[in-house]
């Protein structure tokens, strides 16, 4: 049997990374999962992405601890900063929001890099989306290419021009409901993922901020009932 | 009197750097210094840097703890591969060295995006030169440039055209000896810098080193005294 080849998968434990965990898989690679704690106001998003991560029996789940929080700047790592609640769709769709972390994709994608190195591996997913989430500058396509082509000149391989790096973003161009039904075929279980920006002690999520509304509407345009445990108070 | 421009200078501690501290400075930037412990295999290189942003007035210094060594790879984290002595520059000229540290420069600089980013700075400085490190790929000009491309899609003010990312590496062309020289020129205390790869518990030099030899060499270009520390045992 050919040996599989390796990937390096950007794990958070939400549903966008784990359906990208599920499309790697699919396609054949041998999956290392890096997840990150980078000053989450919570820790439900690692307990998610370890069970995925078991329950995909990964080669390897690394989570790297980095100090985003030291520079400020986000409702996600800042709790001066409130988590905005109940928008409008369009309201989402408008600048960039509170929520965005300076720089994260980039400083996420650099640690994907640097493993791949050692390990030889050439190829990152990465769950970004290009629509729903228009207003992360790091989610659109021509940042992906500019990373990849950075990719290859920051490297050894790229140097010796052994093999070229590849960032997958599988999730790019899909609407949620489309990754939902493409995560469903793939048999990923959305109970074990952790959406919510705000959910509480006990992990529960709000469904109110941002990202539960757009995945409540992603789970209802496909009719399936979203398998995550909301709170009691929410809608 | 007009307020100045905020830079990120991405500083080790080293020779390198702190020269590149004292070109932002000398070009009016106020300088918001960086260092990480990412796993080096000694503090003296953090110990130095803190010497330098504190000499040269710093708006702020912040040491980032990023772990590197969960995998592994570089002689300069990973302890079980032997830093080489006494090598010939030809020797060095040769490959990647096993003192490369996989996308460290890449990892760096997304830090400094990050923190760019909270500061609204726009200009990040970077000691890399290509002509004594030849051998590290995310030493070179191609590299550097996809970094600064690729920056000014990944961030909001990218995205919001508000301005343009620079990253400037000013030692990129100049020899070992002109960066010295350089230095002189503006103050730059080199007793204060900490350059070996294999310092001892005291932070004295081993002199043996690939970066001692390059130090040294670059010294002795100029007629100058090496004002740092070396070993008793030391050539």
Redesign the interface.
Known sequence: MQKSKRAVVLLSGGLDSSTTLAIARHAGFEIYALSFRYGQRHAAELDAAKRIAAKFGVAEH?I?????R????SALTDSAIEVPKHRELAAMAEG?PVT????????F???A???C??LGAFDIFIGVNALDYSGY??C?P??VS??E???N????A???GAARFTIHAPLIELSKSEIIRRGVELGVDYGLTVTCYDPDATGAACGACDACLLRLKGFAENAIRDPARYRSSAA
Do not use: C, H, Q
Request: aromatic fraction near 14%; glycine fraction near 6%; avoid cysteine.
């Open positions: 690394v790297s601890t980095i100090d985003l030291a520079f400020g700047g960039i965005y972390v300076p720089a994260r994709n980039t400083v994608l650099s640690f890099l640097a493993w190195e050692v500058p790091d659109r021509e940042y500019a990373f082509k950075m990719s000149l920051a490297t050894k790229g140097v010796e």
